[in-house]
């Protein structure tokens, strides 16, 4: 089966959408599917150099902004707008703006949901007509979140092919969106998700959520789970394995910001630390620094400074696949407590992958994880005692984190690989391509 994969790119940095459709598309290939990976806005920032999946970039970010500020800008010349999508240039530009936050990115976010009637008409157009050449058709197109469906219309008349749009970390962004935009994104996401045969959710209860938000029918939306590609992981020793408890060193892998509970985190490890009953407890903070997070993470240098334990914390910004792995094995266990409606957490079933216990917030997709893997705990959100205490108890108690490592383990190797998820959204392609009330 001919599958294409529509999915945003960040241009610098690593992100878990990016890296679950990376992923999906390279286990998508090992089951014998043609796939290609075709970037939007800025280019894809993999774990590896896979040429396989570099793609030109489709409605660059560049022409998109022009082009949404200067409607005259909408008209220029086919080789400047191609210019403007060059790789290099889109990495330098998304290195020197900020391209994620929400709070800046109503006007756009909205034209790009209004897809062929708004704004943004001619980059879409150009996206179908230039990615899909005659002769090229794929059986199915999948959009990667609902923020794209406002492409949807217009490749489904050029393609005439079933879409599929995967359910992941919209409402935070969306919520995020200042008014009147807020209202009126969601509202062009309801309508537009119409023009989706399926949809895939990453965990049940962001499915629920979102077919509750965009008033879906009963059997449109289809649970995938995520799956990891975690061969590298699951070859580690696994730090509760030993004879003797592993060092108390706890990890963070996302992005370092507050919306990723760092903070909770951060002051959970000060509280665990005055207690005294864990020894030489340690902290290891990875993953993706941008420009806008550097004062948040600077005030939080600021409170382990106060508290004398700036020796014990260790800030990794930007890890390699390399060091990622090498940071998992030093770990005894991993928390990364978010604030908000997580849709899945890639983390968790990373870590379960190393042999890592796992303790979360009790809310948005991890309860459902940590049911679905016996690989962590659960506390309150938001409430740094609760996650102290749920450290404190867990790294006190190795013969437990043993036993919730091995869980979590077991399911990743026999549920949550990437295979896993690959067969179950190759399911859901297969079914629309065969049928005969699909495109």
């Known amino acids: 089966m001919r599958i294409a994969l529509l999915t945003p790119g960040t241009g610098h940095f690593h992100c878990g959408s990016c890296l679950r459709d990376g992923a999906l598309a390279t286990a998508l290939r090992a089951l014998g599917h043609d796939v290609r990976v075709v970037p939007l806005y800025l280019p894809l920032w993999l774990e590896d150099d896979s040429p396989d ?65 708004g704004a943004l008409a001619t980059e879409i157009d150009k996206l179908a007509r230039r990615a899909f050449p005659a002769g090229e058709e794929p059986d199915v197109v999948i959009l990667s979140n609902a923020m794209l469906l406002g492409t949807a219309r217009s490749l489904r008349e050029r393609l005439d092919r079933p879409l599929v749009c995967t359910l992941q970390g919209e409402a935070p962004f969306l919520d995020g969106l200042p008014e009147p935009y807020r209202e009126r994104a969601w509202a062009c996401v309801r309508e537009r998700a119409a023009d989706a045969d399926a949809c895939i959710a990453v965990s049940a209860d962001y499915g629920a959520l979102m077919a509750e938000r965009l008033a879906l029918p009963a059997g449109k939306v289809t649970v995938v789970h995520n799956g990891v590609a975690a061969e590298d992981l699951l070859a580690l020793t696994g730090a509760w394995n030993g004879d003797t408890p592993p060092l108390p060193r706890i990890g963070y892998l996302a992005r370092m910001c507050p919306d990723k509970g760092l903070d909770t985190l951060v002051e ?102 940590v049911e679905a893997t016996g690989g962590g705990v659960l506390c309150e959100p938001d409430d740094p005692v609760a996650l102290a205490d749920a450290l404190e108890a867990l790294l006190l108690d190795p013969a437990r984190a043993r036993a919730l490592a091995e869980s979590g383990r077991d399911a990743v190797r026999e549920r949550f690989g990437a295979e896993h998820m690959a067969r179950g959204v190759a399911d859901v392609c297969t079914m629309l391509a065969r049928r005969p009330d699909t495109p």
């Not at 990495?91 to 994620?100: E, K, L, Q």
């Not at 903070?285 to 914390?313: C, E, K, Q, S, Y």
């Open 53 to 117: 999946a570099v793609e030109p970039v489709r409605m660059g970010g560049i022409n998109v902004f022009l082009q949404h500020k200067l409607p005259p800008l909408r008209r220029l010349p086919g080789f400047v707008a191609d210019a403007l999508d060059s790789p290099a240039l889109l990495r330098w530009a998304a290195r020197r703006g900020n391209m994620t936050d929400p709070a800046g990115l109503g006007a756009v976010t909205l034209a790009v949901l209004e897809g062929e009637r």
């Open 268 to 369: 959970a490890f000060v509280l665990l630390c005055e207690k005294g009953r864990v020894g030489e407890a340690r902290l290891a903070v990875a993953g993706t620094l941008l420009a806008g997070d550097r004062a948040f993470v600077d005030g939080l240098r600021a409170r382990l400074d106060r508290a004398g334990l700036t020796d014990r914390v260790a800030f990794h910004p930007g890890v390699t696949r390399e060091e990622k792995v090498r940071l998992f094995d030093s770990l005894a266990v991993l928390s990364v407590p978010a604030t908000y409606g997580e849709s899945f957490g890639l983390y968790v079933l990373e870590a379960l992958a190393a042999g890592v216990p796992v303790v979360q917030p009790r809310h948005a997709a991890f309860p459902e994880l």
